[in-house]
């Protein structure tokens, strides 16, 4: 397929708004596809090269790309960062760049998906000395022969902001209705993202669905090494709501880590968060941990990390943690300054068997028979099944003492039923009102001593129907000034969000700069606390947090999991009742 194909896709997906019609868009796109460009081209449209559980990285940042494109285009670099600053985005300065070049080649050989797709994923690949180099030629190579519009995308593409808002569910729409007859829509509906569930990959399953129909869908099973879509939970406005909600349940205490799933298959050990990112290399003790204490020649089984102060031995927060989530270096030096505990709580699959369709009293029987613990270190998930209220509020309680979330209330007979949450599965209860997780999408430059920092940061919930993140409050309470030196020793090792740790984050995607007023990008999801929703016409959604106070950064999250307007709404509707 030609790649100017798939960029006229792009330009009328980003034109249109409808679900429902993005959904036929990319059905009529997959039905053309010839079966090796499938896998391609459903991640293309995700803006992807990757599956999502990959660890392979493009790695291009801005001033390359500015390189890219100057190379190009013939443009000197400095008038690509005047654009640039005035655009906020490179894919506009590329296109608009193309279209005023001054000399066109002539007989140039129109680009291919597949050229497009080949030269991204070995930018990945590319590794060691001169790796930035070769980086730059494949990509200015595939600019140098695209299109205005080809380029635009391709840029948008490599740095992660295509923005044409195609979310997992349309994929999973325009796939069944691609290749799938409306009286057997339903079904398909649910095969497919059955199997993306077990495979994070719609490439793959729409590949199956186009060659293969629902008998090759319904064939698809676990693949050791590959992350599968997490069991999640709902929450629960109280503890005896919770433990009401079900015949025999089981509390546990909610942790407040990071939720990891770890597979073994043929001796080796993945590890991967709730986003299906891959975090084995950063946790060799975790790896060795498993080699030694659990039980199997191949099994998926589930847990919680939890980062522990080496002097105290207490639980330090989840912020702490994501130091370690995201070292890429210097791994050995990190383990010491901040150790783990793990705390298991589910089997999802031993050794040739799944455990979707046994209850979940069934699954923590074989989780223990399969775990040696070592108390403090490596163990089993803190449980106590009762349905009486007060020894769970004295469980609940301890919980909240020892600085955890609070807890999870867990119905015995339930399923595990990956990527959704369901009811009668698991309930969360926690002592605050049901947080948000809102992306940043502004802010103030800082002054006094806070100035070189960005501060009065403006959030924004998800619209579902345009896919644009809209305005609903401005946080400045819950950060310190900058990372606190531990006592006795110089191991910057951060307890809390900082100011300084925020702008730094928050700088690569920074869109417009105007005196002291910042839009940002929405790519960083931070959960946060208020005492109520207000109406309010100042902000575009309608609706202002009160009090808003930053709780935690949601590494955990991408922009796609930020919660939405019609949850905002649905909050502020229960909140009046």
């Not at 291009?60 to 494109?69: C, D, E, S, Y």
């Not at 730059?136 to 295509?162: D, M, N």
């Not at 009160?546 to 229960?574: C, S, V």
Request: glycine letters at 8%.
């Amino acid at each position: 397929m030609y790649y100017s194909r798939l960029a006229d896709t792009y330009e009328e997906l980003e034109k249109t708004p409808a679900k429902l019609k993005k959904s036929g868009i990319i059905a009529r796109l997959l039905k053309e596809s010839e079966p090796k460009e499938m896998g391609m081209i459903v991640l293309l449209l995700q803006g992807k090269v990757f599956p999502i559980w990959s660890e392979k990285e493009l790695g291009i940042a801005n001033l390359l790309m500015i390189k890219a494109i100057s190379s190009a285009t013939g443009f000197p670099a400095q008038k690509v960062e005047e654009r640039f600053k005035r655009t906020g985005d490179l894919g506009l300065v590329v296109e608009e760049l193309i279209k005023n070049k001054r000399q066109s080649t002539l007989f140039r050989k129109r680009l291919m998906v597949e050229k497009v797709f080949g030269n991204l994923q070995k930018i990945a690949e590319v590794e060691g000395k001169g790796s930035q180099d070769r980086k730059f030629q494949l990509v200015s190579e595939i600019i140098g022969s695209a299109e205005a519009k080809e380029a635009k995308y391709i840029v948008r593409t490599v740095l992660g902001e295509l923005r044409v808002g195609v979310a997992e569910g349309i994929v999973r729409d325009a796939i069944a209705e691609a290749f799938f007859h409306e009286n057997e829509r339903k079904e398909a509906i649910n095969a497919i993202e059955w199997g993306w569930f077990l495979t994070g990959d719609y490439g793959e399953i729409a590949g199956i669905a186009k060659e293969k129909g629902l008998v090759g869908l319904r064939k698809v099973r676990l693949d050791i090494g590959k992350p599968i879509q997490v069991l999640l939970a709902e929450k629960s406005p109280s503890l005896i709501d919770a433990l009401e909600s079900f015949d025999e349940c089981a509390i546990e205490v909610k942790y407040d880590g990071a939720r990891v799933q770890i597979h073994k298959k043929e001796g080796k050990i993945w590890l991967y968060t709730r986003r299906l990112e891959n975090i084995t290399k950063q946790f060799p003790d975790l790896v060795e941990l498993v080699k030694k204490h659990v039980k199997g020649s191949e099994f998926i089984i589930e847990g919680e990390i939890l980062a522990i102060d080496p002097k105290t031995h207490r639980p330090m927060t989840f912020q702490t943690l994501s130091q370690r989530i995201h070292r890429k270096y210097d791994i050995e030096e990190t383990i010491k300054q901040i150790p783990i505990q793990v705390n298991l709580f589910d089997v999802i699959y031993l050794n040739g068997k799944s455990f979707f369709e046994s209850a979940f009293k069934e699954r923590r029987k074989v989780l223990e028979s399969i775990i040696s613990e070592v108390p403090g270190k490596f163990q089993l998930a803190e449980e106590l099944i009762t349905k009486d209220l007060q020894k769970a509020e004295k469980f609940y309680k301890k919980a909240l003492e020892e600085n955890q979330e609070g807890v999870m209330v867990k119905n015995l007979k339930a399923l595990y039923q990956p990527g959704r949450r369901v009811a009668g599965g698991w309930l969360k209860v926690k002592p605050t009102m049901e947080n948000l997780d809102l992306a940043i999408v502004g802010a103030q430059w800082g002054t006094g001593k806070r100035a070189g920092w960005m501060s009065s940061f403006v959030l924004g919930a998800r619209d579902e129907k345009t896919g644009r993140f809209l305005e609903c409050g401005m946080m400045g309470t819950g950060l310190k000034e900058k990372e606190q030196e531990r006592e006795g020793d110089k191991s910057r090792l951060q307890s809390s969000v900082t100011f300084q740790n925020l702008t730094k984050m928050l700088k690569p995607y920074i869109e417009s700069d105007k005196g002291s007023s910042i839009k940002i990008r929405p790519k960083v999801v931070v959960e946060v606390a208020y005492e109520e929703i207000q109406k309010s016409p100042n902000y575009e959604s309608g609706y202002a947090l009160r009090f808003p106070r930053i709780l935690r950064i949601r590494f955990d999250k991408g922009i796609e999991q930020a919660d939405t307007l019609k949850r905002l709404e649905r909050l502020y509707e229960q909140q009046k009742k």
